[in-house]
């Protein structure tokens, strides 16, 4: 037999078994979260006799974890600098109480006292941000007495009482969804639509992604994983549409968190400040040696936790359709839960704002499946905390395995 022979009967060098196995390894990591996301919704997907996966309950689940996703998109960027903001859950309330005043009180238009909410919680952003970049004061120190600062303020400003009603636009914030259009179909019809937008933009974004990296000779996952990977995207996002439309549509919300959630991946991904950012998470002296500006890239990531922070605050306000002096209380303690069940790691670094979103919906859909089970909330906290255990000790483990 010729040595040509025998090479052709071989079988190949890299079986797709290997290349799964190695596949897996590689993204256990990035993959690992949603990978549990998906056990744990068929698990209370089954234990509440189907209850969960209702419409009306999905859509209960995106608007309930709103303000705790927005926050936990913030958080993210915060520790993957090496820091960490405790102050989240007080500037809710605070920026909440604002804009109860301004449209109760004083009769702000609502889009006025949007804005004037999102300026209010990027000067607080600014403030904690100088004192952390500019003076060199922990994080941990700045946005502690940031929280004590901010509840008392929004003592002072609502004197123990709550304000309402808002206008229906503001509600529309957080308790709205896209209108109906077009025929009959027993389906929203404009959901429908932009369910196959979405779907045609994230195959677009896989095959631009294979071809991008096998132009610079990287490793790719062989086709046929390729190809499974698409098919699941195009499922996941058929049942997601399908879920949606049989109800109300897509709420408004959601399309808030997905306009952030793309553009803040962008900017992680694919702009400087945010290549820097992960740059003063990793090595901070190293990042500084090589030019990074430090103080300026710290400064800019808490105005923009700010930001983040007023608007989770104007969703929660919207809605209770209420400015309630308890606003935002544990908050800061779920949005950090939430940034290091989704891959964020304790050194800085590390992390993703998508993965941010996942772990925020393990704890969403860990409170809703228990709830609906009837498990008390007593039960929830041990639950929950075991997870948030789990999610680090996973990650330390993962490095350790790197490592060796």
Known sequence: MSPSTKDRRMPPATPLATALLTAIRTNMRQYGMLVALGLIVVLFQIWSDGT???PRNVSNIVQQNSYILILAMGMMIVIIAGHIDLSVGSLVAFVSAMAAVMMVNHDFPWPLALVCSLLIGAAAGAWQGFWIAYVGIPSFIVTLAGMLVFRGL???VLEGQSLSPFPRGFQNIAQGFLPETGPDTNYHNLTLLLGLCVGLFLLWQ???DRRRQ???ELDVLPY???L??????VAAVVAGTLILASYRGVPVVLLIMAGLLVSLGYVMRNVVVGRHVYALGGNRAAATLSGVKDKRVTFLVFVNMGVLAALAGCVYA????AGVPKAGEMFELEAIAAAFIGGASMSGGIGTVFGAVIGGLVLGVLNNGMSLVGLGTDYQQVIKGLVLLAAVGFDIWN????GS
């Open 318 to 321: 919207a809605r209770l359709n």
């Open 224 to 226: 046929p994983l390729w």
């Open 154 to 156: 929004t003592q002072i």
């Open 228 to 233: 499974g990977k698409c098919a699941f995207i």
């Open 52 to 54: 969960l996966l209702l």
């Open 206 to 208: 896989e095959w631009r």
């Open 399 to 402: 490095k350790r395995r790197a």
């Open 214 to 216: 096998l132009s610079y």
